[in-house]
C-alpha cells in the first residue's frame, strides 16, 4: 500500500530546471543513474521526442516496478537497470549505451522510499532498522546500531549527519541496546539531546545510519568520475543534492575538473599535468522556487549543479565518442546530427 501511494504522490523536483540543465533535444541519449518513481525520466524522454532514449538506474527494486509501469507508455525508448550507479560505466557498456548527451543523478531518498512501510527510512512510523537500498546489501541499519562501539557511532554520526550531541546519542545508544526499531531509536535519540527548533531530533542521526548503510558518499565519488567519459562532447552532466555532505562532493569535484591545474597554490609551476574536462554550466547553484517549496516541502532543500563536457587537447583520447567510433565505424547512431558535424571538424575525423 506504501508503495503504490507513493508511485501516485511522488513530485520530481527543479522538473524544468533539470531539462534546461541537461539541455535535452530530440533523439538525445540520456542516463538517470537515480530512478526512483520515474518522474525525471518521463519528462526527459517526454523532451527528447521522437527519438530519445534513456537508460534508468535504480538499487531499488520496488523502483524500478513503479518506474516501469510510469514509463510503460515510452516502450523501447526507456530501458531500465535494478543496479547501484557505482556500475554506471559497466551498466552503460554493458548495454552499449554510449557516449550519452546527458547524465541525472538526484540524490537523496525519493518519496517512494520515505513514504513506504517497511523499510525503515522514516521515523514517523514503526519499522524495522533496515535503511537498505537493495535486500542484496548485507549490512543494515540494524547491525550497525547493535554492534558499533559507543566511539566508532560517535564518529559515524558526527561525520555523515554532522550531528554535534553525537557522544551524547551514541552513549544512549549503547545503553538501551538492544535496538530494534525506527520508533525505539527515535525515542531514544529524543531523550538524549534537547529538540532543536521544528526539526525532529532523529533527523540527523538517521540521515548517517542512511548513508553509512548504503555508502553512499563513496559510491557518489566514483560515479562521478565514471559519468565524465560516457558523456560525449558537449554532454552535459546534472546533480541534485539535498545536504551539505553530498554537496560537497559534487561542488569540489565539479569545480577540479572544471580547472587546467589543481597544484596547491604553495607551488610555483604547475606540476600535475590536470586538464579541465568540464565546464561549469551554473556557477550558483539552483534551488526550487517558492512556489515549488510551497507545492512540495520536500524540495526545499534541494541544490541542482551541471556542467558541460569539454574535450581538451590530447583529450580525445579517454573519451566515450573515441570507444564508440573504433567500434561501430561511421558513428553508428549517435543522435545529434548538427553536434556529431561540429565533433567532427573538430577533431578533424573523416
Not at 529538540?195 to 555508502?215: E, G, H, M, S
Amino acid at each position: 500500500m506504501g508503495v503504490v501511494m507513493s508511485a501516485v504522490t511522488h513530485i520530481p523536483v527543479l522538473i524544468q530546471e533539470t531539462i534546461e540543465a541537461l539541455a535535452v533535444q530530440p533523439g538525445g541519449r540520456a542516463v538517470d543513474c537515480t530512478l526512483g518513481a520515474g518522474g525525471h525520466a518521463a519528462a526527459i524522454l517526454e523532451s527528447s521526442s521522437p527519438g530519445g532514449q534513456l537508460l534508468g538506474i535504480d538499487a531499488d527494486p520496488e523502483a524500478i516496478k513503479v518506474a516501469k509501469e510510469r514509463l510503460a507508455a515510452y516502450g523501447g525508448s526507456a530501458l531500465l537497470v535494478n543496479e547501484n550507479f557505482i556500475n554506471l560505466q559497466a551498466i552503460c557498456f554493458r548495454h552499449d549505451f554510449y557516449p550519452v548527451h546527458g547524465i541525472l543523478f538526484d540524490l537523496g531518498l525519493s518519496s517512494l522510499q520515505l513514504d513506504s512501510t517497511g523499510r525503515g527510512f522514516s521515523f514517523q512510523r514503526d519499522a524495522p532498522l533496515d535503511m537498505r537500498l537493495s535486500p542484496s546489501q548485507q549490512v543494515t541499519a540494524a547491525d550497525i546500531v547493535n554492534t558499533f562501539s559507543e566511539g566508532e557511532l560517535a564518529h559515524l554520526i558526527r561525520r555523515y549527519g554532522e550531528e554535534g550531541y553525537s557522544r551524547q546519542i551514541a552513549r544512549s545508544i549503547v545503553t538501551e541496546r538492544p535496538i530494534r526499531t525506527t520508533l525505539q531509536l527515535a525515542r531514544i535519540i529524543e531523550g538524549a539531546i534537547p529538540r532543536r527548533d521544528r526539526i525532529n531530533p532523529a533527523t540527523k542521526t538517521f540521515q548517517a545510519l542512511r548513508i553509512a548503510v548504503n555508502r553512499e558518499l563513496e559510491h557518489l565519488e566514483t560515479a562521478l568520475r565514471q559519468a565524465v567519459d560516457l558523456l560525449g562532447f558537449e554532454g552535459r552532466l546534472v546533480v541534485i543534492s539535498y545536504h551539505s555532505l553530498d554537496d560537497r562532493i559534487v561542488k569540489q569535484f565539479m569545480h577540479r575538473e572544471a580547472k587546467d591545474c589543481i597544484c596547491p597554490p604553495e607551488i610555483p609551476s604547475c606540476v600535475c599535468g590536470h586538464k579541465a574536462s568540464l565546464k561549469l554550466i551554473n556557477r550558483r547553484i539552483i534551488t526550487p522556487s517558492l512556489a515549488e517549496v510551497k507545492l512540495n516541502p520536500r524540495s526545499r532543500s534541494a541544490r541542482l549543479r551541471a556542467v558541460e563536457r569539454i574535450i581538451a587537447s590530447g583529450g580525445y583520447e579517454q573519451t566515450a565518442e573515441k570507444m564508440y567510433f573504433s567500434m561501430a565505424g561511421d558513428g553508428g547512431i549517435w543522435r545529434r546530427p548538427a553536434l556529431l558535424k561540429k565533433f567532427r571538424m573538430t577533431f578533424s575525423l573523416s
